[in-house]
């Protein structure tokens, strides 16, 4: 049984003495039921020190939005997995598609990141998803298949099985159009049954797969009702501690 897993991105927003108010209000704002749920935060690089002392006494686990594919060196600008572990992170967000669009990330830079983050122990939250051309013309199977096998071939089958994957068709990401949860659970679905060609049935079963792409408090439960959709990478909503505790309530009434 896979447990639901709500987990926010919040990209370039919040500055450290913000991300410290806003991971307090939702550590806050949790329920006792809520950690049927589990719940976490990515903050931008600078402010996961603060984030992590205003969550360390709770059940809200944090972690980066992207790490380097080296372990250490003269790498300018860089975060490696290490530093990551160091500041107690759990996650690692790796192939999101704002990095893939703005900062040239190709499937093999992905799968040279998701190496180095399962090697030091961090849980990697692999994103994957079509652009809209790409779903007009057809080629969603197509182009998240190979970012699958792309970033996860060759990869022991049981760190894959303990990856998370985040289907995140980029047409949906902050543009308020949602994928409906008919079509986000078909996705999810091939994914899983992609995964089990490559770490068989029980090794799919396990891995948790999120969707991603304006979810809102209002469309959280639909989407998270499907049998395939295990939760939510939360971009906007995640931004406000209202808006994120009601999606991650609309996971708890589906489990
Ligand atoms: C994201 O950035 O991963 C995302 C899903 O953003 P939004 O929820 O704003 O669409």
Same mark, same amino acid.
């Given at each position: 049984m896979?447990r639901s897993?709500?987990?926010?991105?919040?990209?370039?927003?919040?500055?450290?003495?913000?991300?410290?108010v806003?991971a307090r209000?939702i550590?806050?704002?949790?329920?006792?039921d809520d950690g049927?749920?589990?719940?976490?935060?990515?903050p931008p690089f600078?402010?996961?020190?603060a984030?992590?002392?205003?969550?360390?006494?709770?059940?809200?686990?944090w972690?980066?939005?992207?790490?380097?594919?080296?372990?250490?060196?003269?790498y300018?600008g860089e975060?490696?997995a290490?530093?990551l572990?160091? %500041?107690?992170?759990t996650?690692?967000?790796?192939?999101?598609?704002e990095r893939?669009?703005?900062?040239?990330?190709t499937d093999s830079?992905?799968?040279?990141?998701?190496?180095?983050v %399962?090697?030091c122990?961090?849980?990697?939250?692999?994103?994957?998803?079509?652009?809209?051309?790409?779903?007009?013309?057809?080629r969603?199977?197509?182009?998240?298949?190979?970012q699958?096998?792309g970033?996860?071939a060759?990869l022991?089958? &049981?760190?894959?099985?303990?990856?998370?994957i985040?289907?995140?068709?980029?047409?949906?990401?902050g543009?308020?159009?949602?994928?409906?949860?008919?079509?986000?659970?078909?996705m999810?679905?091939?994914?899983?049954?992609?995964l089990?060609?490559?770490?068989?049935?029980?090794g799919?079963?396990?891995?948790?797969? %999120?969707?991603?792409g304006?979810?809102?408090?209002?469309n959280?439960?639909?989407?998270?009702?499907? &049998?395939?959709?295990?939760g939510?990478?939360?971009?906007?909503?995640?931004l406000?501690a209202?808006?994120?505790?009601a999606?991650?309530?609309?996971?708890?009434?589906?489990?």
């Amino acid at each position: 049984m896979r447990r639901s897993f709500v987990c926010g991105n919040w990209k370039m927003y919040k500055t450290p003495s913000e991300a410290r108010v806003l991971a307090r209000d939702i550590a806050r704002g949790l329920r006792g039921d809520d950690g049927r749920v589990e719940v976490a935060v990515c903050p931008p690089f600078p402010a996961i020190a603060a984030v992590a002392e205003s969550l360390r006494e709770s059940p809200v686990a944090w972690g980066g939005q992207n790490c380097a594919p080296q372990l250490e060196g003269a790498y300018t600008g860089e975060t490696s997995a290490a530093m990551l572990v160091d %500041l107690g992170c759990t996650y690692a967000i790796l192939g999101h598609s704002e990095r893939r669009q703005f900062f040239a990330e190709t499937d093999s830079t992905v799968h040279e990141k998701l190496e180095a983050v %399962l090697g030091c122990g961090l849980t990697p939250i692999l994103c994957v998803g079509e652009t809209l051309e790409e779903r007009e013309a057809d080629r969603t199977s197509e182009v998240v298949g190979r970012q699958l096998r792309g970033a996860l071939a060759g990869l022991p089958g &049981p760190e894959i099985a303990r990856s998370v994957i985040a289907y995140e068709p980029v047409w949906a990401i902050g543009t308020g159009r949602t994928a409906t949860p008919d079509m986000a659970e078909a996705m999810h679905r091939e994914i899983r049954e992609l995964l089990a060609t490559m770490i068989g049935e029980d090794g799919a079963e396990a891995v948790r797969i %999120l969707y991603g792409g304006s979810v809102k408090p209002g469309n959280a439960a639909d989407l998270f009702s499907q &049998p395939n959709i295990d939760g939510g990478l939360i971009g906007g909503a995640s931004l406000t501690a209202s808006d994120f505790l009601a999606i991650v309530r609309a996971g708890c009434s589906t489990e």
